[in-house]
């Protein structure tokens, strides 16, 4: 049993019966340990520990960094630990860490000196030596019995004659000494982090409102991004689907204009999309899911420094107008080669290249609909006051094959303020006049 | 903050410099009217800042006036953002005056607070080169964000409002009044009502020919809008 803090201050202790904790404790709140959900949590710790290096492996409670070769990637072993530090805990964690020459020493020294850092290889064993066997991986029954014999720290074990040790304990164990002591290789076998990401995050309570799903979502998308970071790759498509106690689950979709792995611009994304979006039923869990990575091989330092060229900042603006405005809110514009002026424009993907036309003069004001203009007795269109036209016509009769055929002259008109307006007549029909564009 | 760094700042207003002198603008963004250009600190619209435009009415040549800045803008690598327009702004014409289109962003906004949120967000990102925005009102305090994100984006920020904003104060680098002037050829009266470095002036009244007038070649340079000077 292990305890924690506030049933430590009731006097319960690591190790203690239940029933002595239940009765210290009438409110205590027991969890079993879900050796699953650890495994799981575990493999997903390692595949966002891809980013410190690529040699990851599990162990059965631990993890494993090969990070001989990342110290110069990050500076020094104080920065590279202090990153993989504040990045667990911002994943909502908490680490035992420890550094040591070989695999084997790294994971017992975890679990009794947390903290510790042995860097010389030579001092390797002297200072294990204070090291309880407990930690060690050994049988409980070897433990009981190296106990009996008065040996109870690994300088107490390493000691004794080599040649009685394997008699006694067996060739394995004495081989795991001397891989733990680095007389011994020991390889580790890498883990390979999947093509795809997905993550499930079970909340505490559940959660009413929008605003609530933020910090769990935070912790979902720094373990995407941890992961994406170490497969070199970006997200252009996630879903985040919302679990319900009842009603179906909501899933809210990203689709972004190019790949990135920047948590922090994701989760204004999806801060703006949830804010706009109504929940069914309180919330009882999150899902993030990145079908599909794309490689972003050019950058692979980008998860502490995002977002350098005006390429990606142009995108990452675009993506946080269309979070909160809507997608249609923002657009790109481009002509198009026809005679009716109404058509001879239209919405496109921001940055797309225009098509290549030759237009006679325009407004710069279009209206979305040509507006009836006013005339005065003798017939003449009036506008904020009497409108002189100006002598150039320009005749456009087109669209009677597809049955939005105009017949108008158009020209430019002033009033005696300044403005400037293009306005045209029907040629059949009243021989209205109308108002279509003004020379901003 | 060290004095340099503060004199620096695009908002910061330097009373008695003679306005070419007021270099501490950063590159100022010629508007292609040698007239006005010789009036405004360092040549032209400060870059890195707020300008407002005071319009009596729209139609009057204010965006044709802005046409040879915005062709050379979108030569760069950035956006030309135009944020909660009036009407749409007419692609074909556009590309007559040599506008690269697919440089130009177009946010529509229907909350009023939509529109200085966009706004804000442009100028910030440091991806737009100039953000033109129609915002329906906004406030010193608003002015203020809008100043500082177009400093931390390095964006021509420009905002077009009605007349009677000239009223209010303003945190804006530069603050433009313009005025048709009724004539056989219509011409422009630009009222410099604020600038850095130097008094208000004007007006300095140019033509802002003819989008039609330029037929011949789409991207002619803007010194081909030839200015005049100003009658007073």
């Known amino acids: 049993m292990i305890a924690s803090e506030a049933a430590q201050r009731r006097g319960i202790r690591t190790g203690m019966k239940l029933s002595a904790a239940h009765a210290l404790a009438n409110n205590l709140c027991v969890r079993t340990r879900d050796a699953a959900a650890e495994h799981a949590a575990l493999t997903r710790l390692a595949a966002w520990a891809g980013q410190f290096t690529p040699a990851v492996s599990l162990a059965p409670e631990a993890l494993l960094l090969d990070i001989e070769g990342s110290l110069a990637l990050f500076g020094d072993l104080a920065a590279l630990l202090g990153r993989v530090h504040e990045g667990i805990e911002a994943l909502g964690y908490r680490a035992q860490p420890a550094v040591a020459p070989t695999p084997l020493a790294a994971e017992w020294l975890a679990r009794a000196q947390p903290g510790a850092v042995i860097a010389d290889a030579t001092k390797l064993a002297s200072r294990l030596a204070p090291l309880p066997l407990g930690g060690t991986g050994l049988a409980p029954a070897t433990i009981a019995l190296l106990d009996n014999m008065g040996v109870r720290t690994l300088g107490d074990l390493l000691r004794l004659p080599r040649a009685g040790l394997a008699r006694r304990l067996g060739a394995e164990t004495v081989h795991r000494l001397d891989r733990a002591l680095g007389r011994a290789p020991d390889p580790r076998e890498p883990y390979v982090p999947p093509e795809t990401f997905e993550a499930r995050l079970p909340l505490p309570g559940a959660v009413e409102n929008t605003e609530g799903l933020s910090f769990p979502l935070k912790r979902l998308l720094l373990e995407l991004c941890g992961f994406l970071t170490a497969r070199g790759a970006g997200a252009q498509a996630i879903a985040l689907a919302l679990h319900h106690p009842r009603a179906a689950v909501t899933e809210v979709r990203l689709a972004l204009t190019a790949p990135t792995r920047d948590a922090r611009h994701l989760g204004e994304l999806y801060r703006e999309r949830l804010a706009r979006s109504a929940l069914p039923e309180p919330v009882e869990a999150l899902t993030l899911r990145v079908p599909q990575i794309f490689s972003l091989h050019a950058r692979n330092l980008d998860f502490f420094n995002p977002r350098h060229t005006p390429a990606e900042a142009g995108a990452a603006l675009i993506e946080r107008l269309r979070a909160r405005l809507g997608r249609e809110a923002v657009q790109g514009l481009s002509p198009v080669a026809e005679h009716r002026p109404e058509r001879a424009w239209r919405y496109a993907a921001p940055g797309a290249a225009g098509a290549e036309a030759r237009f006679p003069p325009r407004p710069l004001w279009l209206l979305p609909e040509p507006v009836a203009l006013e005339v005065s007795n003798d017939g003449a269109p009036q506008l904020d006051g009497p409108l002189a036209l100006l002598p150039e016509r320009e005749r456009i009769e087109s669209g009677w094959w597809d049955g939005g055929e105009i017949a108008r002259d158009y020209c430019i008109a002033r009033n005696d303020r300044g403005a400037q307006f293009w306005i045209f007549r029907e040629l059949a029909g009243e021989r209205r006049w109308w108002l279509h564009g003004v020379f901003g | ?232």
């Open chain 2, 1 to 232: 903050m060290s004095l340099e760094t503060l004199l620096h700042r695009a908002d910061v207003w330097r009373g008695g410099a003679a306005p070419a002198s007021a270099t501490g603008l950063g590159t100022a963004l010629p508007s292609g009217f040698d007239a006005l250009d010789a009036q405004l600190p360092g040549g032209g619209l400060p870059r890195r800042a707020l300008t407002e435009i005071l319009l009596p009415r729209e139609g009057i040549g204010e965006l044709r006036f802005l046409l040879p800045l915005l062709a050379r803008l979108a030569r760069e690598e950035r956006w030309l953002a135009f944020i909660a327009p009036p009407h749409i702004p007419y692609a074909p014409a556009l590309a007559r005056a040599g506008v690269d289109l697919a440089r130009v962003l177009l946010v529509h906004a229907r909350a009023q607070n939509d529109a200085l949120w966009a706004t804000e967000q442009a100028l910030r990102a440091g991806a737009c080169g100039a953000v033109l925005a129609w915002p329906d009102r906004a406030d010193f305090k608003a002015l203020r964000r809008l100043q500082l994100a177009a400093e931390t984006g390095d964006s021509l920020g420009i905002l077009f409002r009605p007349a009677q904003a000239a009223q209010e104060a303003t945190p804006a680098a530069l603050r433009l009044r313009l005025e048709p002037v009724p004539d056989a050829t219509p011409r422009l009266a630009v009222h410099i009502l604020k600038r850095h470095g130097g008094w208000p002036a004007g007006p300095v009244t140019f033509e802002v020919r003819h989008v039609m007038d330029r037929s011949a070649s789409p991207a002619a340079p803007a010194r081909d809008l030839h200015a005049r000077r100003p009658r007073s």
